[in-house]
């Protein structure tokens, strides 16, 4: 298995930026799709992006596209999440996770890093 260690979370205002780390432990990081998720208090877990192996391989959910960037440094055992012109509502925790069946199987969660948007 993966261990993830997310960081990069902190306060900024709305429209500002922020920039997510999760670093991988194990040599099979480059042989699965990662993806970024988050959860804000009282509700369920929210699919944000994914990435596969080639850069063009990405997936967006519609409430981020053309705001978040999702990338990955396989040399390095890390992915990252851009986070551009930030809302209030998304604030929230944010996960990484290893994809093992396209769309519906995640695994290797980390213990995530908070993200916190004021108006």
């Known amino acids: 298995q993966v261990q993830l260690v997310e960081s990069g979370g902190g306060l900024v205002q709305a429209g500002g930026s922020l920039r997510l780390s999760c670093a991988a432990s194990?040599?099979?990081?480059?042989?699965?799709?990662m993806a970024w998720f988050r959860q804000a208090p009282g509700k369920d877990r929210e699919f944000v992006a994914s990435?596969?192996?080639?850069?063009?391989?990405?997936l967006y959910a519609d409430s981020v596209k053309g705001r978040f960037t999702i990338s990955r440094d396989n040399a390095k055992n890390t992915v990252h999440l851009q986070m551009n012109s930030l809302k209030p509502e998304d604030t929230a925790v944010y996960y990484c996770?290893?994809?093992?069946?396209?769309?519906?199987?995640?695994?290797?969660w980390g213990q995530g890093t908070q993200v916190t948007v004021s108006s």
């Open positions: 194990g040599r099979t990081f480059s042989s699965y799709r």
């Open positions: 990435i596969g192996f080639s850069a063009g391989s990405t």
């Open positions: 996770a290893t994809e093992r069946q396209l769309g519906t199987l995640y695994a290797d």
